[in-house]
């Protein structure tokens, strides 16, 4: 008799057991589910968009009024933690447009960004909005503290050159940086201890601004220094 009755007890316990399984399955997909959506919407609004319309005029308010295109990418910390001191100048080591830029940004697995980017006509991309920091230097404090610009080749390898049109764009925007985020003056040192840096600095192995543009650093400090100066 023991035996006849201890079997469907057997039974029952087996099943609640893959009632628990199951429950407790559900429970670990609702909550992963749950963590992605949070980590989602942690990003700030227009993460991960071209923005066009209201959304654009926005961004172009909070950052420099020089921007032509805004496609923002979650390569970035939000928000930065150091007041922004600095500016690195980097090289596209290419001749992209701003979008394809934007696309090369946007690839997450990248885990690379920049502030603006400048083409070779002079227009200028924001990416990363310069309250967030942007992965572009090789080094997180340079990051925290710096506005990231990338610059197009108009000559690729060699001198890695740029153009005058994204050259006279770049002090322009040098200048603007500096004057909206209380930057009196730009240093540059051929080191890290100024505050107009290059990538170079931090990272041997990269050309990065390319000979061109490190030639004329001290120039690039100069001009915006008396654009500082002289209200231009
Ligand atoms: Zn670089």
């Known amino acids: 008799m023991a035996k006849r009755t201890a079997k469907p007890t057997g039974k029952k316990n087996e099943y609640w057991c893959i009632w ?4 407790v399955f559900c429970i ?6 749950a963590g992605t959506c949070a980590a989602k919407s942690e990003l700030p609004q227009g993460v991960g968009q071209i923005l066009t319309g209201e959304a654009f005029e926005a961004v172009k308010h909070r950052n420099s009024a020089l921007i032509d295109y805004a496609h923002l990418t979650a390569n970035a910390d939000f928000p930065r933690t150091s007041n922004i001191s600095k500016i ?7 001749d992209l447009s701003l979008e394809k830029l934007g696309v090369s940004f946007g690839k997450q697995d990248r885990k690379a960004s920049a502030n603006y980017a400048i083409d070779r006509t002079g227009r200028v991309a924001l990416y990363v909005e310069e309250q967030n920091r942007a992965w572009s230097s090789a080094n997180f ?5 710096a506005v990231t610009i990338e610059v197009a080749n108009d000559r690729i390898g060699g001198d890695w050159h740029v153009s005058d049109a994204a050259y006279e764009k770049l ?15 730009l240093v540059y040192t051929g080191d ?13 192995q990269t050309e990065c601004p390319g000979p061109y543009l490190e030639s004329r650093m001290l120039e690039i400090a100069a001009a915006v220094n008396a654009n500082l100066q002289h209200g231009a």
């Open 192 to 204: 890290p201890s100024g505050n107009l840096t290059t990538h170079r600095m931090f990272f041997a």
């Open 141 to 145: 404090e340079n990051d925290d503290m």
């Open 28 to 33: 670990a997909a609702v909550t992963a589910f």
């Open 20 to 23: 628990v399984l199951l429950l």
């Open 171 to 185: 002090i322009a925007l040098c200048t603007d940086i500096c004057r909206r985020n209380g930057i009196e003056e």
């Open 88 to 94: 690195t100048i980097h090289h596209m080591a290419a």
